[in-house]
């Protein structure tokens, strides 16, 4: 991978990790103004997804989906469940990069057991 698309692919995580911050802080918002919020968030969130793909490049978070080695992530909390048969991805702390089809970063996250899974709307 060359630097530039090294370069934007840590600004796309960058700008990630703050659209997941705003999306928290959005939810304390009063509700006339948290729609609006949550509007804009999801207009850039789509526009990222689209330079992104201009770009070849994708993010991906796993969340709800089995925690194994068959993903490019890393588990942040994997010492809580060291005896736990079946673990879920709860959260992304960080997407996975991939660039043309290859992993340049895994991704980190947060995991639990399959069975406090509860899905997602």
């Known amino acids: 991978?060359?630097?530039d698309v090294e370069i934007w692919a840590n600004l796309a995580s960058d700008y990630w990790k703050l659209l997941r911050?705003?999306?928290?802080?959005?939810?304390?918002?009063?509700?006339g103004r948290s729609e609006r919020f949550a509007a804009q968030l999801r207009f850039s969130s789509g526009r990222l997804?689209?330079?992104?793909?201009?770009?070849?490049?994708?993010?991906a978070t796993f969340e709800g989906q089995p925690f194994g080695p068959q993903i490019p992530a890393v588990a942040i909390?994997?010492?809580?469940?060291?005896?736990?048969?079946?673990?879920?991805v709860d959260k992304a702390i960080e997407p996975a990069i991939i660039y043309k089809g290859q992993v340049v970063h895994s991704a980190?996250?947060?995991?639990?057991?399959?069975?406090?899974?509860?899905?997602?709307d």
């Not at 911050?21 to 509700?31: F, K, N, Y």
């Not at 909390?77 to 879920?88: Q, V, W």
């Open 21 to 31: 911050s705003c999306e928290r802080v959005s939810e304390s918002l009063p509700e």
């Open 77 to 88: 909390n994997h010492e809580e469940f060291a005896d736990a048969d079946s673990l879920i």
């Open 108 to 120: 980190r996250v947060a995991i639990k057991k399959a069975d406090d899974h509860v899905p997602r």
């Open 49 to 59: 997804a689209q330079h992104l793909a201009a770009l070849e490049i994708e993010l």
């Open 1 to 3: 991978m060359d630097n």
